[in-house]
């Protein structure tokens, strides 16, 4: 999910929503995990 900075910025019913460190664009960046199915968009690939 994520290298470095982790950050939990919202939890819902559905999903949570947070923010990472990606060493690789030295940039913030987002991600979201569907509780349902542990689906997950964004987030380091690797």
Request: charged share 25%; net charge negative; aromatic share 8%.
């Amino acid at each position: 999910m994520s290298w470095d900075g982790l950050k939990i910025v919202q939890v819902t019913e559905r999903s949570i929503i947070g923010e990472y460190w990606d060493m690789r664009t030295e940039a913030m960046q987002t991600f979201e995990v569907d509780l349902a199915t542990g689906s997950q968009e964004g987030g380091v690939e690797g």
